[in-house]
């Protein structure tokens, strides 16, 4: 979960003329967001770690002290009191159970609106992702640079360790300790046996799996190491809980160490894996720790546009058939997608070759900062190439042919089917498919659409109630209108 903004840094961060007139001693308290609410009980809409925001309408002295209590109980971060509007001056019963209870209340001027400080959270909930974000990265970058040091594996663990502030060891198959490093690591490694074994078993039926244990004092993930069967084993524990970038970091390195144990015998399959690395390094905007991965494989990319291109096949035919262009195995699409960045004036006659052995979409000239939306046309391109006849298909050839064009005719037309059944069935078909029709055709706009059809639009809301109770789905979401929207255009 990402570290949320305490209210004392709320406090600083805008002039909003917020005063603390109880509860000083907990402004460290995360912020998990921001809840206005005028109900004398909004605990039933709250999930703990709010900033709850109230003008008093429904509080005086008989239940300013239960209404304290609740929140309390409910675990709020503090209570924010906008004055100036029920009430000139916060009530002395509510400041006094405030104190009390150490609940930080904070007076809000009437110049100072609710949505000022619901903005501030919620910047600062964001900027607290981007860092985390941004760290999961550039921890993956210098595991990945360990992981090309002369020493290896040993190297990664130690980075591991540090990234982590606890501990990291490297097993081998039977157990025995490769390396290890970090406070505790040795004590550590005597009670790993029992884990270990636990995952054999669990692996051996063919099942990825890992172990997460977890104390009062300290929290270990175990995870088994190889491709097809394991191979080691990389232990790491901290003496907090795995955050999502920890998970992530600890990810990243055990995919690293499976290179390295893999080599051996499977030199070539280590270098597609690291070239893996590299494409999801390249693709998460990482291009310098990218660039300097590739050198020190003793390879280039080129410095001018490159094209994206996606392959679905058997990949090693599609790697083998790469060349000496530069191709992965994209991690993110499952492992059955391949994945090259190309020179644009050699992508013709890679798409080509590369059409022999499977079916090749093949994206726009892009710079190496915007190969995500390179490979995003690449996609599109190839799911194209997966509903029709050709094998290769550029995402240029799209332009004009709308969205409808990548579904596949059969599959929309059972979706479509399947949706508008129970309008079809509703004895008033052709009131409810029509005036469905107009309220999307119209964007929602209930006076449009009714204007459309000749009818009121309290007769177009009863129409469009009905709808949403026989297709059970809300017309609010807008997830459920383009469903509806695609639905009816195939049913054209």
């Given at each position: 979960?990402?570290?949320?903004?305490?209210?004392?840094?709320?406090?600083?961060?805008?002039?909003?003329?917020?005063?603390?007139?109880?509860?000083?001693?907990?402004?460290?308290?995360p912020v998990r967001w921001v809840a206005v609410s005028e109900l004398e009980d909004p605990t039933p809409f709250l999930e703990g770690g709010e900033l709850v925001l109230t003008?008093?309408?429904?509080?005086?002295?008989?239940?300013?002290?239960?209404?304290v209590e609740r929140l309390v109980a409910r675990g709020v971060a503090g209570l924010g009191f906008g004055v100036g509007l029920g009430h000139e001056t916060i009530p002395e019963a509510l400041v006094e159970a405030a104190a009390r209870a150490g609940l930080p209340l904070v007076e809000v001027p009437r110049d100072t609106p609710f949505v000022a400080i619901g903005k501030t959270v919620s910047e600062l909930i964001a900027a607290e992702q981007y860092d985390e974000l941004s760290n999961a990265f550039a921890a993956q970058g210098r595991l990945t640079r360990a992981a090309l040091r002369p020493e290896g594996p040993r190297a990664v663990i130690d980075r591991l360790a540090r990234e982590l502030g606890g501990?990291?060891?490297?097993?081998?198959?039977?157990?025995?300790?490769?390396?290890?490093?970090?406070?505790?690591?040795?004590?550590?490694?005597?009670?790993?046996?029992?884990?270990?074994?636990?995952?054999?078993?669990?692996?051996?039926?063919?099942a990825p799996a890992s172990v997460a244990l977890s104390s009062p004092e300290e929290h270990v993930i175990v995870r088994p190491l190889g491709a097809r069967r394991v191979r080691g084993f990389l232990a790491v524990g901290t003496g907090r809980s795995f955050t999502p970038v920890a998970h992530t970091v600890v990810n990243a390195a055990a995919s690293l160490l499976t290179l390295a144990v893999e080599h051996g015998g499977e030199h070539l399959a280590a270098e597609h894996r690291v070239r893996s690395a590299v494409l999801r390094l390249l693709l998460?905007?990482?291009?310098?720790?990218g660039r300097e991965t590739l050198e020190r494989l003793g390879e280039r990319l080129d410095g001018g546009p490159l094209v994206v291109i996606a392959c679905a096949g058997e990949p090693e035919a599609l790697l083998e058939a790469a060349g000496s262009e530069f191709?992965?195995?994209?991690?993110?699409?499952?492992?059955?997608?391949?994945v090259l960045l190309v020179?644009?004036?050699?992508?013709?006659?890679?798409?080509?070759?590369?059409?022999?052995?499977?079916?090749?979409?093949?994206?726009?000239?892009?710079?190496?900062?915007?190969?995500?939306?390179?490979?995003d046309q690449a996609g599109r391109a190839l799911a194209a190439a997966g509903h029709?006849?050709?094998?290769?298909?550029?995402?240029?050839?799209?332009?004009?042919?709308?969205?409808?064009?990548?579904?596949?005719?059969?599959?929309?037309?059972?979706?479509?089917?399947?949706?508008?059944?129970?309008?079809?069935?509703?004895?008033?078909?052709?009131?409810?498919?029509?005036?469905?029709?107009?309220?999307?055709?119209?964007?929602?706009?209930?006076?449009a659409a009714a204007q459309r059809l000749g009818v009121h639009r309290h007769t177009l809301r009863y129409r469009m109630r009905r709808v949403a109770e026989l297709v059970g789905r809300d017309l609010e979401d807008p997830a459920v209108r383009a469903e509806l929207w695609v639905a009816l255009a195939v049913a054209r």
């Amino acid at each position: 979960m990402v570290v949320a903004p305490t209210l004392s840094t709320v406090m600083r961060r805008l002039p909003l003329g917020l005063v603390v007139l109880a509860g000083r001693e907990a402004l460290d308290r995360p912020v998990r967001w921001v809840a206005v609410s005028e109900l004398e009980d909004p605990t039933p809409f709250l999930e703990g770690g709010e900033l709850v925001l109230t003008t008093g309408m429904r509080l005086d002295a008989g239940n300013a002290g239960p209404y304290v209590e609740r929140l309390v109980a409910r675990g709020v971060a503090g209570l924010g009191f906008g004055v100036g509007l029920g009430h000139e001056t916060i009530p002395e019963a509510l400041v006094e159970a405030a104190a009390r209870a150490g609940l930080p209340l904070v007076e809000v001027p009437r110049d100072t609106p609710f949505v000022a400080i619901g903005k501030t959270v919620s910047e600062l909930i964001a900027a607290e992702q981007y860092d985390e974000l941004s760290n999961a990265f550039a921890a993956q970058g210098r595991l990945t640079r360990a992981a090309l040091r002369p020493e290896g594996p040993r190297a990664v663990i130690d980075r591991l360790a540090r990234e982590l502030g606890g501990w990291a060891i490297l097993l081998d198959e039977a157990g025995t300790v490769r390396h290890l490093a970090g406070r505790g690591a040795a004590a550590a490694a005597g009670d790993l046996g029992p884990e270990l074994e636990r995952l054999r078993r669990i692996t051996s039926q063919g099942a990825p799996a890992s172990v997460a244990l977890s104390s009062p004092e300290e929290h270990v993930i175990v995870r088994p190491l190889g491709a097809r069967r394991v191979r080691g084993f990389l232990a790491v524990g901290t003496g907090r809980s795995f955050t999502p970038v920890a998970h992530t970091v600890v990810n990243a390195a055990a995919s690293l160490l499976t290179l390295a144990v893999e080599h051996g015998g499977e030199h070539l399959a280590a270098e597609h894996r690291v070239r893996s690395a590299v494409l999801r390094l390249l693709l998460a905007g990482q291009a310098d720790a990218g660039r300097e991965t590739l050198e020190r494989l003793g390879e280039r990319l080129d410095g001018g546009p490159l094209v994206v291109i996606a392959c679905a096949g058997e990949p090693e035919a599609l790697l083998e058939a790469a060349g000496s262009e530069f191709a992965a195995a994209d991690g993110d699409a499952g492992g059955d997608r391949v994945v090259l960045l190309v020179p644009a004036s050699r992508a013709g006659a890679v798409a080509a070759a590369l059409g022999e052995h499977g079916l090749v979409g093949v994206g726009d000239p892009v710079g190496l900062g915007d190969l995500r939306a390179g490979l995003d046309q690449a996609g599109r391109a190839l799911a194209a190439a997966g509903h029709g006849t050709a094998r290769v298909v550029r995402f240029a050839d799209l332009a004009g042919q709308g969205l409808l064009s990548l579904l596949d005719a059969d599959v929309a037309e059972a979706f479509s089917s399947a949706l508008l059944a129970p309008l079809r069935e509703s004895g008033s078909r052709a009131d409810l498919l029509g005036s469905l029709r107009a309220y999307l055709d119209c964007n929602g706009h209930w006076d449009a659409a009714a204007q459309r059809l000749g009818v009121h639009r309290h007769t177009l809301r009863y129409r469009m109630r009905r709808v949403a109770e026989l297709v059970g789905r809300d017309l609010e979401d807008p997830a459920v209108r383009a469903e509806l929207w695609v639905a009816l255009a195939v049913a054209r």
